[in-house]
């Protein structure tokens, strides 16, 4: 082999060792930056959801509400003139003629007014599980455009580190071209080049999926995160996702990582407890108590009144006494077939649609557990599969081929296949990664019992007992 060629190919196989060092240091630099780790994103979006501001005064509405059914209607007064003589308008002419004052209050059927308080309070109190909930879902949505940012910035890091290698092949090949004495065509200096031309599609493509998932992230950072420069200006920050992938605890473990199918009736149990499962059971309670309050139609409405009427003196000078009148009303519910009995149906009939509307919920968080689950324990076989047997053996592979062109007994197409299949394998390897954090973040909503469960990292809970040690 030629001497420059022999020279080349060894700065080529020293340049692979390097640029792991150098990939590992360009790391540690981006961290020396505002490098934004997941639960920081996640915690920084549940603060500035607006949502949850909404829903606390929705609910304080609600309770307002509460309150005021449960007061009595406001009494009535009632002011007038009686039976004064239209001939002369003289107050004082007829004995019946009198200033009259009264006063009625109205009185509810039943319980109309406790069961009417007591319901808007059991509507209240689903509030708090709906933002238990949407804090959830939003740790949810938030750590999918987090891990996705991330797979683009890391395969974007991948596809940059090994660009300085396929530079590198491509030298190589020219220089062995350009001597007499090498065994390179034209055809490979050519292959080169096109296989660097790819991976900067490829490079322009991440971007753009980084740069969709961080804006999409500022949606959910804006309040925090935008600080007012003018009256009619706003400028945005520019953020670095964290280099280190999290690692998120499994709250059951056990549970997702089981072979077998797991009982319907044990996975009930599990999503009973969950915030919007709970919402749809304040909501058939709340309806339960609407048929108590329908039937409270079957009972009369009552209603007392009370006047006193003021007479004048007769013409002759004789005093009049003044008059004073009391009386009770009450309807009386008699043809109750076409209102009563029906508007207690129909609260039947809202409080069944409930529970079925409930059952359907459940259903699908059941099937979309199990298909998370599923999920899981194949991505953990293809992560087992990759990491000790894929990823080795691509490697192996492309150092072989390397070593072999370096000796004059290789092709050089074959160097750069093997390049390209290691670097797609290390891309594939980080996907799946990143895939099994989202299905794991996924599942533990299903069976959190505290929001900030379902991103808790295992490496922050080692340190935390670490500390408390």
């Known amino acids: 082999m030629h001497k420059n060629h022999r020279k080349l190919c060894f700065l080529l196989l020293a340049n692979v060792a390097l640029n792991s060092v150098i990939f590992s240091a360009r790391a540690t630099d981006q961290l020396h930056g505002e490098a934004l780790t997941l639960n920081v994103v996640v915690e920084q979006a549940q603060l500035n959801d607006p949502w949850l501001i909404s829903n606390r005064h929705t609910q304080d509405s609600i309770e307002s509400l509460s309150i005021a059914a449960g007061t009595l209607p406001d009494p009535k007064i009632n002011l007038g003139l009686a039976n004064i003589a239209t001939d002369t308008f003289d107050f004082s002419q007829e004995g019946m003629t009198q200033f009259k004052v009264g006063v009625s209050q109205m009185f509810p059927r039943g319980d109309s007014l406790a069961i009417k308080k007591k319901q808007l309070a059991i509507v209240g109190s689903q509030f708090p ?65 096109l296989e660097l031309t790819r991976l900067d599609d490829r490079l322009t493509r991440l971007n753009q999926k980084k740069e ?18 003018d009256v009619n200006k706003l400028s945005i920050p520019e953020f670095n996702i964290a280099t280190q992938l999290p690692s998120i605890k499994m709250i059951n473990e056990t549970l997702y990582t089981s072979r077998s199918d797991v009982s319907q ?41 009370a006047g006193y009427g003021v007479r004048d003196d007769s013409p002759l000078g004789q005093e009049r ?22 508007q207690v149906q129909s609260a039947v009939s809202e ?50 081929s390397l070593t072999a062109y370096t000796n004059d007994d290789g092709d050089f197409a074959e160097v750069v296949r093997s390049r390209i299949a290691e670097l797609n394998a290390s891309i594939d390897a980080l996907e799946i990664d990143v895939e099994r954090q989202k299905s794991i973040v996924q599942l533990n909503y299903f069976l959190m019992k505290n929001v900030k469960e379902i991103t808790l990292d295992n490496h922050q809970t080692t340190q935390s007992l670490g500390e408390k040690q």
């Open 265 to 305: 009736q044990k996975l009930y149990q599990f999503l009973s407890n969950h915030p919007a499962v709970m919402v749809f059971d304040k909501k058939i309670e709340a309806k339960k108590v609407g048929v108590d309050l329908a039937k409270q139609k079957y009972k009369p409405e009552w209603g007392i009144s």
């Open 129 to 193: 599980f709906q933002r238990q909930d949407r804090q959830a879902r939003v740790a949810v949505v938030v750590s999918h455009l987090w891990l996705d940012a991330y797979k683009a910035q890391q395969s974007i890091a991948l596809i940059e580190n090994d660009r300085t290698l396929f530079e590198q092949l491509a030298d190589v090949a020219q220089a062995s071209y350009s001597s007499t004495l090498g065994r390179t065509r034209q055809q490979d200096i050519v292959r080169a080049q």
């Open 351 to 400: 409080a069944s649609a409930i529970k079925t509307e409930k059952w359907q919920f459940v259903r699908k968080l059941m099937a979309a557990f199990e298909t998370q689950r599923t999920q899981l324990l194949r991505l953990n076989e293809r992560q087992t599969l990759y990491n000790e047997r894929l990823l080795p053996q691509m490697h192996n592979q492309a150092e072989a």
């Open 212 to 229: 969709m998932s961080e804006k999409k992230l500022y949606e959910w950072l804006n309040e925090g995160r935008f600080h007012k420069t």
């Open 321 to 342: 006494s003044d008059l004073f009148s009391i009386g009770v009303s009450f309807d009386i519910p008699i043809f109750t077939s076409n209102r009563q009995d029906k």
